[in-house]
């Protein structure tokens, strides 16, 4: 396809700026939730986007799926979704015969609304295909399409009826995403588009199988070992009663990230270094995606919460 990986770096950093360019289109401001899922359908990963209502969280899923060209489903998670209802399950046709009907897991791109609406049965659902990228019905296993990415979205403030994420869940995500207010010029952006009758058109500009082989090719990228050194470090400072661990992680964290996120931080520096032009990462690339990585592996103790320490301060103070 390309001469040299160096000539399709700079492939996938055009591809990068055109994709931005059609997203822009329909989202307005967001550069920073834009740019970590950009970087996570790169590093292979999903990402959990947790924002209050209005913010536009489906429609940025909505339009990146277009831009991306790829089959996108949506699933709105609700406290009776069954399992099945995601995966699909056997039907017996006319031939009498049981015969499997795929659920809206099969697809490339799937959007998992409000996520912590549904009971754990059915999140541990999601927890084998987001992992291994298949489900497994009546004892036979299904490879789901690729690539694939869960995109999931929650509602931080109304917590009655939901059910918290668990923490084995909560890790599959490589990344967790704040999506945040409209600045002021944003949002009268916003408002002037969305209250006229014109509509923009989003052409997708990458495919399926740009998306795998740049994929393969951030999992070529040389790494240095000082780079590769600090972001295993990292990850395991923020474990409380182990050698690494800071006297603040010691006196505010009860449990610290696993070696997924040493993994996430290593193939989500790669991804950034790729994004901005250089051919291999170093620190700072490791920094810039360390808040959204660590902030969802990590937890507070009670004299944390109680002094007022945030997950983000401390994230930030191991930086």
Do not use: C
């Amino acid at each position: 396809m390309y001469a040299s990986d160096k000539e399709a770096l700079e492939a996938l950093n055009a591809k990068q700026q055109q994709l931005l360019q059609e997203i822009g289109k329909v989202i307005v401001g967001q550069d920073q939730v834009i740019r970590e899922v950009t970087t996570a359908i790169f590093a292979g990963g999903h990402v959990l986007l947790v924002g209050v209502p209005g913010l536009a969280k489906t429609l940025l899923v909505n339009t990146i799926a277009q831009a991306l060209g790829l089959q996108f489903n949506r699933v709105q998670f609700t406290p009776d979704l069954m399992p099945s209802d995601i995966v699909g399950s056997e039907i017996l046709n006319e031939q009498r015969q049981f015969q499997f009907m795929k659920g809206p897991l099969f697809a490339n791109i799937v959007l998992a609304d409000e996520i912590n609406r549904t009971p754990p049965k059915t999140q541990s659902a999601l927890l084998e295909a987001m992992q291994e990228r298949s489900v497994t019905v009546a004892g036979q296993n299904y490879p789901l399409p690729s690539p694939f990415f869960v995109l999931a979205t929650q509602n931080p403030i109304e917590q009655e009826g939901t059910y918290p994420l668990p923490e084995a869940q909560l890790d599959r995500f490589m990344f967790n995403t704040w999506v945040d207010y409209p600045t002021h010029a944003e949002e009268l952006s916003v408002v002037k588009a969305t209250t006229s009758d014109v509509t923009a058109t989003v052409n997708p500009v990458i495919s399926g199988e740009e998306i795998l082989f740049f994929q393969q090719l951030i999992r070529r990228m040389p790494i240095a070992d000082n780079v590769l050194e600090y972001a295993v470090g990292l990850a395991g400072k923020t474990r409380p009663g182990r050698e690494r661990a800071t006297a603040e992680v010691n006196a505010y964290l009860s449990w610290g990230a696993g070696p997924r996120a040493s993994q996430y931080l290593v193939v989500g520096a790669k991804v950034n270094a790729a994004l901005n032009g250089k051919y291999s990462p170093d620190i700072a690339d490791v920094q810039a995606v360390a808040l959204p990585i660590l902030r969802h592996r990590i937890v507070r103790n009670y004299k944390a919460e109680a002094e007022g320490h945030t997950v983000e301060s401390i994230i930030q103070g191991l930086l």
